[in-house]
């Protein structure tokens, strides 16, 4: 069962217990606005810390620790590149969630009906 499944029947079963506590974990880090702020610039392209401070414009340290949030909820990745290290949001799932909150966001502040 998957969410883009569209024969409609998928609401009418309750995933399985570890994925819905999976995506409840995915869905407490993205409660945070500096953590909402930071996975839609790595969205876009890698950052590395201090990039992304200067960015948020939050001390480094604070930036490391939301993004160790962030890849414990398996939603940033990261790699290195020489003596740096490059986070990005992790694939697209992660993007289109993002993106879909946003929307929601956006439709719910300034009262565009909802769609499909």
Do not use: C, F
Not at 81 to 94: F, M, S, W
């Amino acid at each position: 069962m998957y969410a883009h499944d569209e024969s409609g029947d998928q609401w009418s079963h309750l995933p399985p217990d570890d994925q819905v506590e999976a995506a409840s974990t995915a869905l407490r880090m993205l409660a945070d606005p500096t953590r909402m702020r930071m996975l839609w610039l790595i969205s876009g392209e890698e950052y590395d810390v201090a990039s992304l401070a200067a960015a948020v414009d939050i001390a480094r340290p604070a930036v490391s620790q939301h993004l160790a949030k962030l890849k414990l909820a398996g939603l940033v990745t990261q790699r290195r590149d020489g003596r740096r290290i490059l986070y990005r949001a992790r694939g697209g799932h992660v993007r289109r969630l993002l993106a879909e909150v946003m929307n929601a966001a956006d439709h719910h502040l300034h009262g565009i009906p909802d769609h499909d």
